[in-house]
């Protein structure tokens, strides 16, 4: 009880699943027939962690960002990476101010709270580093000076899974700084009826009214990540990230980020449903969108169809499942 201030723990759980309830249902006006995504998007703001989104063009990948910000009165950006985009041109420069004799640092487009770093697959190897540090330190060094990020602070990747020409596959160490990877997938038939049937998507974004302020999500990010969480849990979220490390069909496993990325997400899921400590159901429901694109498959095994979600499927059937572990 102390931790949480003397306040009963499943009361402020149940309040942080009815706000985390408002916030899916206020982004669902706009990003429609979508609750799943929505959700794992929301489950990785709070988690603090950065989001790969990979779908083609036009299925609603930056509308759920621009929903997402609005919905929490956040300030949001939009990076269009090209070949030509230059890493000062994400991170900001320092220019000489005459006046003051003085250079000054003018912040780039990553100083928001919602950064959409559009197809980033198409921006240089390098260009594509400017963003190393930030997602994992929340700041920026420019000519040896730090500048902190605003908080929350999240990325919002996209990049197109079936136009490879003149694109820079991310590299490892890119990847495993994001906390997610999801698809967003064609909306069923009714939701697009619906979308075509109701008022343009940019003038509804226009008209959404915020849920919360930035204060409102801190307090709910604090909160999620001090919900109890058992002994047996620890020891599982190891054994099914390390089982990747040592499966046959993978020439790269996940490293420890993923253990503390699926526990951070999995704190979060529980919080979401009203529950002030983790299940084992938590982490299953989470293991595949926080592991797989960590994951380097073997060309036999590419061969054969299989790919990361698989293997992560294959973990979880294999790992034991800790009993009465939630309590």
Not at 59 to 65: D, E, H, N, R, S
């Amino acid at each position: 009880m102390s931790e949480h201030g003397g306040v009963d723990p499943e009361a402020l759980a149940g309040r942080f699943a009815q706000m985390f309830g408002a916030l899916a249902q206020n982004i669902e006006r706009i990003v429609r027939g979508k609750r799943d995504k929505v959700e794992l998007a929301l489950v990785c703001l709070l988690s603090e962690g950065h989001l790969l989104v990979e779908d083609v063009p036009g299925v609603g990948k930056t509308t759920l960002a621009r929903a997402m910000s609005a919905s929490v009165e956040a300030k949001w950006a939009r990076i269009q990476f090209t070949p030509d985009l230059l890493p000062s041109d994400i991170t900001g420069v320092s220019i000489f101010n005459q006046g003051t004799s003085a250079f000054e640092f003018h912040p780039g487009p990553i100083f928001a709270n919602l950064a959409v770093a559009d197809e980033i697959n198409r921006g240089s190897p390098k260009t594509q580093s400017a963003l190393l540090e930030v997602m994992e330190e929340r700041r920026v060094t420019v000519e040896g000076t730090p500048h902190p990020v605003p908080r929350p602070f999240m990325v919002i990747a996209t990049q197109n899974p079936v136009d490879m020409d003149g694109t820079y596959p991310l590299p490892e160490a890119q990847l495993d700084r994001f906390l997610m990877r999801i698809s967003m997938g064609y909306p069923d038939h009714q939701a697009e009826v619906t979308l075509l049937a109701g008022a343009p998507t940019g003038a509804m974004l226009d008209q959404l009214p915020p849920v919360m302020g930035r204060e409102d999500l801190a307090r709910m990010i604090d909160f999620a990540q001090r919900l109890h969480v058992a002994a047996p849990l620890y020891d599982y979220v190891v054994r099914v990230v390390a089982a990747t490390r040592e499966h046959p069909d993978l020439r790269l496993g996940a490293s420890p980020r993923a253990s503390v990325a699926l526990l951070r997400a999995a704190r979060v899921r529980a919080a979401a449903a009203g529950r002030s400590y983790i299940v084992p159901e938590d982490v299953k429901a989470l293991a595949v969108p926080v592991i797989a694109h960590r994951l380097i498959v073997t060309p036999e095994a590419e061969l054969r169809g299989r790919g990361g979600a698989d293997v992560v499927g294959e973990v979880l059937a294999n790992v034991p499942t800790p009993q009465a572990a939630g309590v």
